[in-house]
């Protein structure tokens, strides 16, 4: 099995900034693409940015210029720097990773159980 955890939400003044990070612990051979995603009140998850193991990162249009998305393959993390923040990102906040497990080499995907980010106007 594997496991994701997530830290780093908290409430913010707009402009502030804050770090997320996501860990994944468990049977894992490798992991591939990790990811952030982010659910407001009332409307669908939605992509807030994602990393392969290698390749091009990939952010939503509303974040760009503002968040940075990097990872640790040796800590099996992955982080989400937010700068600029604005009440409008005020979500909870998921990781989402895709693990090839040890032992079978199968691919499946994974999701932390979310952390609250709160931007106040």
């Known amino acids: 099995q594997v496991q994701l955890v997530e830290s780093g939400g908290g409430l913010v003044q707009a402009g502030g900034s804050l770090r997320l990070s996501c860990a994944a612990s468990?049977?894992?051979?490798?992991?591939?693409?990790m990811g952030w995603y982010r659910q407001a009140p009332g409307k669908q998850r939605e992509l807030v940015a994602i990393?392969?193991?290698?390749?091009?990162?990939n952010y939503a249009d509303s974040v760009k210029g503002r968040f940075t998305i990097s990872r640790d393959n040796a800590k099996n993390t992955v982080y989400l720097q937010m700068n600029s923040l604005k009440p409008e990102d005020t979500a909870v906040y998921y990781c989402?990773?895709?693990?090839?497990?040890?032992?079978?080499?199968?691919?499946?995907?994974?999701w932390g159980q979310g952390t609250q980010v709160t931007v106040s106007s």
């Open positions: 468990g049977t894992i051979f490798s992991i591939n693409t």
């Open positions: 989402n990773a895709y693990v090839v497990a040890l032992g079978t080499l199968r691919t499946q995907g994974y």
């Open positions: 990393i392969p193991s290698g390749g091009r990162l």
